[in-house]
């Protein structure tokens, strides 16, 4: 069975911290997507990302994955209330076909 | 224009009742699809349709039937609904089955079985 697991499940910060969200499985990711969702609404795609090593940067966001494939990360750099939402890795294993399996889901809070 | 459009927004009902979803997107994807979101916002796929075809269809109780007469639409119906089908049903419709390709969600059902 083949799990994706990302942590924290929660994560509750002051305005101006940096955090890091974290997505790993013990299978290759064909490729690797971070979305974002806010309370009564869908998730929104923020970043794909396919090749190993690869870092993309939104703003205040950098998405880094690894090397091998297995894992990634959401780096935020000085949160923004705004930056409020739950916060879902999703990815495709080069076994599963066409199928994008989510994880868990980070709840992040940021205080003003 | 909103893109993936999904009615009812909430939907209360009782156990055993007959239901549907309905979802319709502008975007002229060719692939759409069905996710379950559970009450600790766990997201799983359901069903995948491309071009008017199933794709996926995941462990789902056959109560489950979706129903696509077009691309642009996507139904869902529930025979004899029960307590746990309760959850928020997200429909997403992308260009092309490939998950490298975006996904654009619908605003949600949120289901409530009584």
């Known amino acids: 069975t083949q799990l994706l697991e990302q942590s924290p499940q929660f994560l509750s910060i002051q305005e101006g911290e940096n955090l890091t969200v974290y997505c790993n499985s013990s299978s290759v990711f064909s490729s690797l997507q971070w979305y974002r969702q806010e309370p009564g609404e869908g998730p929104v795609l923020l970043v794909t990302v396919v090749t190993g090593g690869e870092v993309k940067k939104l703003k205040r966001l950098t998405f880094q994955f690894g090397d091998a494939r297995k894992d990634s990360s959401l780096h935020i750099t000085a949160a923004q209330p705004g930056d409020t939402g739950l916060y879902l890795c999703a990815g495709e294993w080069e076994t599963s076909g066409s199928r994008l399996t989510f994880g868990e889901g980070t709840q992040l809070t940021v205080n003003p | 224009d909103t893109a993936v459009s999904q009615t009812p927004k909430y939907l209360v009902t009782q156990m055993g009742n007959d239901k549907s979803i309905k979802c319709e997107q502008n975007?002229?994807?060719?692939?759409m699809y069905w996710y379950k979101q559970d009450s600790k916002k766990f997201l799983k796929i359901m069903f995948s349709y491309n071009n008017k075809e199933l794709i996926i269809n995941e462990t789902v109780p056959n109560r489950f039937s979706p129903k696509s007469p077009d691309k642009a639409h996507l139904n869902l119906h529930i025979n004899s609904l029960e307590l746990g089908d309760s959850a928020v049903y997200f429909c997403?419709?992308?260009?092309?089955?490939?998950?490298?390709?975006?996904?654009?969600f619908g605003p949600g059902t949120r289901l409530t079985v009584l």
């Open positions: 997403a419709s992308s260009r092309a089955p490939r998950s490298y390709n975006e996904q654009f």
């Open positions: 975007l002229g994807h060719d692939t």
